[in-house]
């Protein structure tokens, strides 16, 4: 399998001996996540003080365990109950893995986010920032400790239709690198602008000759296995 | 055989395995009411055994990148339910509290032991400095903490503790939770700076309980200060204690990690701990619980007050050192 050195991908090797690639989380995509966990704790605490304001002391009571509860409990219930993720991580799209890539459980939730002092530590989050930004799978210290790796969930991406290519043979063999390259280039068309594929098109002059974009979507069409309907 | 017909081969059942994680994707309460859905999961593992498979052929075939994505997502789907981690809480948490914390505590007494000897003996030195010291209090404090606390512990108070007009104990109840469990969770993570963090805490607190002691002491208001600790003490200390040998253990795998690596060692004992941290948290619970409404109360008399106090010292020792002995 090939891919690019510098991905930042985790790779995990299943009991079924396949093996399984994660993209890892980086830093800018966790400190938004954080930043709309804040946000959400914030208005849950201010709208429990409202509501509890007509209770005078036993009010500050109740709003004291539940900032406690905001502060230490929060992330760990979530990211049990909803496999990995706080709300903050799921309208990122990123979540909490064990390093083999199962959802985090009690254990490894309670370690990374019960450590979290030293990730804030000295202040502003700074051990946690430069933890994530120096290691391999950019994790803080308590996700070092924990043995987790935060993820991103893959969108389901949307697959193109080929109904309206005419598949088309090239007229010579090619490698499979070769054919890699073009199938991966048809599946792309949508996202890739029509300058920047004609441009694209151009680079494989000297292999067949003259082309198009549109005469390599009909080989990729080919070559993926579809047959122009008699 | 060519990408198109393998898809079109398997679409079928791969669209019925994304139905079926799909599913558990949903949650707890579409699982339940799944009674229609049975035929989704009978032969999952077999489901996802050969999605598996797929992968691995569509990989050695090099079918395109976007088709190994998909089946390497639904891979990793089935890879996600089929092994993730399920405990019966319920179970779990009476079987922790009958055998498994104490079990805990004495497979990690040295450095339990190490810090109870360094917070206690930090504590005593400073309590018994600063009673014989007039003056050593206002190096350790402001003048202004200290006539805090002496207004708290006032003989001629009629409620115990931190002030209170209306004695509403469910506000102090709530002050101690948040106030105490941070403190043992900074405790705890402090371990992670090669101890250091810990040992700050550790002596931090020795010193500032200490010096609070021996200063009511000295001055004669030490009958309202026991009184008002002694019922909560045991708990409270011995749990910051824990907390405090638990970081403990955490800087000595950083920095003797044995046969490992740094992290890897840190890894096995932050595994290893995580009862301690989840038994000391549950203490400081019940100690916030004790003191907000049995430590603040005058009426009882102080004999009865400091009875209760050995008694909570005489069970958590009983506690720790015989429960869960026979299993």
């Known amino acids: 399998m090939t891919t690019p050195l510098l991905d930042t991908t985790l790779r995990i090797e299943t009991p079924e001996g396949v093996e399984l690639t994660l993209p890892v989380a980086g830093l800018a995509s966790r400190a938004l996540a954080w930043l709309l966990d804040a946000a959400i704790k914030a208005v849950g605490l201010v709208v429990t003080s409202i509501l509890l304001s007509g209770f005078g002391e036993a009010g500050i009571g109740l709003l004291l365990i539940i900032y406690f509860g905001f502060l230490w409990g929060y992330n760990v219930l979530f990211e049990v109950l909803m496999q990995g993720q706080t709300l903050g991580k799921r309208s990122v799209g990123i979540r909490v893995v064990h390093a083999d890539g199962t959802p985090v459980g009690w254990r490894g939730a309670s370690i990374r986010n019960l450590l979290r002092p030293v990730d804030v530590f000295p202040g502003c989050y700074l051990f946690g920032c430069l933890s994530v930004l120096l290691t391999k799978n950019f994790q803080r210290l308590g996700d070092l400790a924990a043995a987790t790796i935060v993820v991103h969930t893959p969108k389901t991406a949307v697959r193109n239709a080929w109904n309206d290519i005419q598949p088309l043979p090239p007229g010579i063999p090619l490698t499979v690198e070769e054919q890699e390259a073009i199938v991966s280039f048809g599946e792309r068309r949508v996202q890739i602008s029509d300058a920047r594929s004609e441009e694209l098109a151009a680079a494989l002059k000297p292999l067949l000759g003259e082309t198009s974009a549109a005469k390599l979507h009909q080989h990729a069409a080919w070559l993926t296995g579809r047959r122009a309907k008699t | ?327």
């Open chain 2, 1 to 327: 055989m060519k990408q198109e017909a393998f898809e079109q081969r398997y679409s079928e059942s791969w669209e019925q395995f994304e139905k079926a994680t799909g599913l558990l994707n949903g949650g707890a309460r579409k699982r339940s009411a799944s009674a229609e859905n049975q035929h989704l999961w009978t032969g999952f593992d077999q489901q996802y055994r050969q999605i598996c498979q797929h992968l691995a052929i569509a990989r050695a075939r090099r079918y395109s990148i976007e088709l190994q994505q998909k089946l390497n997502q639904m891979a990793l789907d089935g890879h996600r339910h089929f092994y993730s981690e399920k405990v019966p809480i319920a179970h779990t948490v009476l079987q922790f509290i009958v055998y498994g914390f104490p079990q805990a505590i004495r497979q990690r007494w040295k450095p339990i032991a190490v810090s109870f000897l360094l917070f206690f003996g930090v504590g005593t030195a400073t309590a018994v400095g600063v009673y014989y010291n007039p003056d050593l209090i206002y190096y350790l404090m402001d003048p202004q903490q200290v006539g805090e606390f002496e207004r708290m512990y006032d003989p001629t108070n009629d409620v115990l503790g931190r002030e209170r007009n209306s004695g509403t104990d469910l506000m102090m109840f709530g002050f101690y939770i948040s106030n105490n469990v941070s403190i043992g969770f900074q405790t705890y993570a402090g371990g992670l700076f090669f101890g250091l963090g810990t040992l700050f805490y550790l002596v931090f607190n020795g010193i500032y309980i200490g010096a609070v002691a021996g200063h009511l002491q000295r001055i004669g208001y030490g009958e309202p200060f026991w009184s008002f600790v002694s019922g909560h003490s045991a708990l409270e200390l011995l749990a910051i204690v824990i907390f405090g040998g638990v970081g403990l253990s955490l800087g000595r795998s950083l920095i003797a990690p044995g046969g490992y690596k740094r992290f890897h060692a840190l890894r096995i004992t932050a595994r290893e701990t995580l009862p301690l941290v989840y038994g000391g948290a549950l203490m400081l619970l019940f100690a916030a619980f004790v003191e907000a409404y049995w430590s603040s109360m005058t009426t009882p008399p102080v004999r009865l007050k400091y009875a209760v106090g050995i008694a909570f010292w005489a069970a958590i020792a009983a506690y720790f050192s015989l429960a869960g002995k026979r299993q």
